[in-house]
């Protein structure tokens, strides 16, 4: 067996030698008529809304004389030994590395040199298809017989990957603060030995695990004979400071937008796979700093236990997206929850649902009674749902006092009211495409759908009727300015405004102290912090927390629970409440109220805001809804009338 696999070695290094060889001959001839242009290739510049570049980075391409030796030396003892003695394949090393994988069974070690690695960087995505790996050895031939070792390994340390940014002189001044020239060797050697897992090896992730990597390439630079074992012991107990930020943009959230640039920035078809056919990249974003810096501070100073967060600003108009919390600090975990994940909405879905109403007849007056009710179905199923501490008002209560309340029974009356699939219908119209059921709890927000598109969705609200989709890039260009591609917003009208407007109003009811009664409006808390008009919805499941509010121009989302869906306290919502008014009211500072202006189809009706009944003078607290002209109530209705049919619902059941 052990021959076997010896011999099994030796064929596929034969074959490799084989290919390679026939490869350099073919270039040798042919290959100087297209020389690879690898001056900034691998290099994408991510720039904000003022054509900033994102977190401080530079742009500028550092000369390999302008890179400490140490650097230099540190990344060849722990990449490429062999680095100037193969002509970019080390076929001893590939030899070794299969026979020890073929041995135990498991990729445990690797064979890829500075060469390989950067022709792989070459490439925006990493598909692991022979197609690709083909290709990679082919680019590397003609690198290396294009390029002197110097170049390549130059290319190589401007464009790899040191954890939270791209390029040596950049990891220089973000890690240390200084020139890549004027590294020592206890900081070059910890800068070598991040990128071989630079969510692993970062001494800001995990400096215990870096440190370990550290004295890994202080041992590969004393075997090659660079320092002696005096220098590695000093440089290992030498005690480094760690900067950890660019300039002066303290974030620890901002990592997480660029990592949806660049998501997004994959699925876009018009970017060619590989740097080679652009130099490099150029991408502008419409992240307001200004923006991330309030919403980052706001969640400080809020969430203060283990709880993780998400958040997206969006502008409404267009689904530009301007700030972005995919959680509480990228060092300590990378997972966007913004962007990736998918969790149960709870209540955040009713507005869809009473907009879904007021499309099938429903007004803001239109009443159904709060109490502990069981709905019975075909085949005696049974669903009971209850309100929040098994608060019930006992009475018949106006849909804005159930969404100031978040009343589950209403909610579901509504939804089987309507027929479940109306609700379906309305969440994909406004652009959710995550897996919905066609069931009672749906009204509940049982199915899970990611806060990305839930942002979209409200967005649709808050722009009056148009389907937006929630993008990071403005456009991209190669490193001469040529536009790859370019954001055209597309308008596409899938809600009715009047209908719109009037549901935005209906979410002014959340903090409105004129429905304080049998119970509180679930936003009253943070009134008294508003300085203008807001559309607001929480809800609340056992794991999950969520929020979304707006005006004309901003959308804010928010979300908080654990990442193990572990069960979260009821209170822990209060901290996201609070969050979320904190940020809109910084970013909207200065910034002119910027509301509705009634439709001419609309109009508004003083009532009491419990039953929904037009107000009379002794009326308390009156409160203005919202009808389309013709369905206000009037001085003769009587309650009945406030029912969308005479059809007795509260016991209804389903055939």
Not at 171 to 190: G, I, Q
Not at 508 to 527: G, K, Q, W
Request: hydrophobic letters at 35%; glycine letters at 4%; one cysteine or more.
């Amino acid at each position: 067996m052990h021959m076997k696999k010896l011999k099994k070695v030796f064929i596929i290094l034969l074959i490799l030698v084989f290919i390679i060889t026939i490869t350099h001959f073919l270039i040798y001839f042919i290959g100087s008529k297209n020389k690879l242009n690898i001056n900034k290739s691998n290099s994408y510049y991510i720039y904000d809304k003022d054509k900033n570049l994102m977190n401080g980075l530079s742009d500028e391409w550092v000369k390999k004389k302008d890179i400490s030796k140490h650097v230099i030396n540190a990344t060849i003892s722990i990449e490429d030994k062999n680095f100037y003695k193969h002509h970019g394949f080390d076929f001893p090393r590939i030899a070794k590395s299969l026979y020890v994988n073929l041995i135990n069974k498991d990729n445990l070690q690797g064979a890829s040199t500075i060469s390989q690695q950067y022709t792989k960087n070459l490439f925006l995505d990493f598909n692991k298809t022979w197609k690709r790996k083909i290709k990679e050895a082919w680019l590397t031939v003609r690198l290396e017989s294009q390029y002197s070792k110097d170049e390549i390994l130059e290319g190589y340390l401007n464009t790899i990957n040191y954890g939270e940014v791209y390029g040596i002189e950049n990891a220089s001044h973000y890690y240390f603060n200084k020139d890549a020239k004027d590294l020592t060797l206890a900081e070059s050697t910890m800068l070598a030995g991040i990128p071989k897992s630079p969510t692993n090896y970062s001494p800001l992730v995990n400096e215990k695990k870096a440190k370990e990597r550290q004295l890994l390439v202080l041992n590969a630079m004393v075997n090659n004979k660079y320092i002696t074992e005096e220098e590695k012991d000093k440089a290992y107990k030498e005690k480094l400071n760690y900067y950890g930020y660019i300039k002066e943009n303290k974030l620890d959230t901002l990592m997480y937008y660029q990592d949806a640039v660049r998501k997004e920035l994959n699925s876009i078809d018009t970017i060619p796979n590989t740097f080679l056919d652009t130099g490099g990249l150029k991408i502008y974003t419409y992240l307001d700093m200004e923006a991330q810096e309030k919403l980052e501070q706001a969640m400080k100073n809020n969430v203060n236990n283990d709880l993780e967060v998400a958040s997206i600003m969006m502008k409404p108009k267009n689904g530009e997206v301007i700030a972005l919390i995919g959680g509480k600090n990228y060092t300590n975990s990378q997972f966007n929850r913004a962007t990736s994940s998918k969790r149960q909405v709870g209540s955040t879905l009713k507005p869809f649902l009473y907009y879904s109403a007021l499309e099938n007849g429903f007004t803001s007056s239109t009443t159904f009674t709060s109490e502990e009710t069981t709905f019975v179905f075909s085949n005696n199923k049974t669903y009971a749902p209850a309100n929040y501490n098994n608060n019930y008002g006992n009475k018949q209560i106006s849909m804005a006092a159930a969404i100031a309340y978040s009343d589950n029974i209403y909610a579901v009356k509504t939804h089987i009211f309507l027929g479940e699939n109306t609700l379906v219908d309305t969440l994909k119209r406004v652009g959710i495409t995550s897996s919905l059921s066609a069931i009672p709890s749906l009204a509940l927000g049982s199915e899970e759908i990611s806060l990305l598109e839930m942002t979209q969705a409200y967005s649709s609200l808050a722009n009056l009727g148009y389907k937006v989709k929630g993008h990071f890039i403005k456009k991209v260009t190669d490193m001469d300015g040529n536009i790859l591609y370019e954001y055209k917003n597309e308008k596409n009208k899938i809600l009715n405004s009047n209908i719109a407007y009037i549901t935005n109003e209906l979410l002014t009811s959340t903090y409105n102290y004129n429905f304080i009664d049998y119970n509180y409006p679930t936003c009253y808390d943070i009134t008294d912090k508003m300085t203008r008009k807001y559309a607001i919805k929480t809800g609340t499941t056992d794991t999950d927390h969520l929020i979304f509010g707006y005006n004309k121009d901003i959308v804010l989302g928010i979300w908080s629970g654990y990442d193990d869906a572990k069960k979260s306290e009821v209170t822990d919502g209060k901290q996201i409440r609070y969050m979320w008014i904190d940020a809109i009211e910084a970013y909207l500072k200065d910034k002119k109220d910027n509301w509705y202006k009634t439709p001419d189809n609309v109009v508004g009706t003083l009532v009491d805001p419990i039953t929904g009944q037009i107000a009379t003078k002794d009326t308390k607290n009156a409160t203005m809804f919202y009808y389309i002209k013709g369905t206000q109530p009037s001085y003769d209705d009587s309650l009945d009338s406030l029912i969308p049919t005479s059809k007795t619902i509260d016991n209804i059941q389903e055939e």
